[in-house]
């Protein structure tokens, strides 16, 4: 099959994005070539135009995340009320496939290759990166061991929140979260 210009970039864009919905929502192992494809509305032989294998099809989504309000919110300055708020939210919780990649995949993507454990680390740090920015500490090393402590709780509840569902358990859940999250992130001492 022969592209037109930006066709087959905007072929392998639609693939990537279906691919990161659908592995935030049912998972990397879950889902299947076919049913991807088919999500993208292409054959499964059109995949291999695009990528070599699926696990070359997960380092992609990995490096090539969209970034979302949380993101934003964080690269834009707000304060840290606002951002943990973004992330620990039902609406975030009920809806995996338009959010976070690293919650949802964190378990997962530990039993896969090396260089897809380093794409994932890659994406975790430049997030990392961003909420050091925004926490309290002595130093830098200080203040990304900190943004390691905030955004690993709030990986920890959001998925606690998701695997108990939606009701006041699961609301309690990410209130918990919020306040913990916040209270890492006031100075020592205040």
Not at 21 to 43: I, P, Y
Not at 59 to 65: D, W
Not at 105 to 129: K, M, N, Q, S, V
């Amino acid at each position: 099959m022969r592209y037109t210009d930006g066709q087959r970039e905007r072929t392998r864009d639609r693939i990537l994005d279906v691919a990161g919905r659908l592995f935030r929502e049912q998972g990397v192992a879950s889902s299947g070539m076919a049913g991807l494809m088919a999500a993208a509305g292409l054959t499964n032989g059109a995949f291999y135009a695009h990528f070599p294998s699926k696990e070359a099809l997960v380092q992609e989504v990995l490096a090539h995340r969209r970034q979302g309000r949380f993101t934003e919110a964080l690269r834009e300055g707000e304060p840290p009320e606002r951002w943990i708020r973004l992330y620990l939210n039902p609406d975030h919780r009920d809806r995996p496939g338009e959010g976070c990649m690293m919650a949802p995949l964190a378990a997962e993507i530990g039993r896969h290759p090396p260089d897809t454990r380093e794409r994932f680390c890659a994406a975790l740090g430049r997030t990392i990166e961003l909420i050091a920015a925004h926490v309290p500490g002595a130093s830098e090393a200080d203040r990304l061991v900190r943004a390691h402590a905030v955004f690993g709780l709030m990986m920890g509840t959001l998925q606690l929140a998701r695997a108990t569902g939606t009701g006041s358990a699961s609301d309690a859940i990410l209130g918990g979260g919020v306040r913990a999250a916040l209270a890492l992130c006031l100075p020592p001492g205040g």
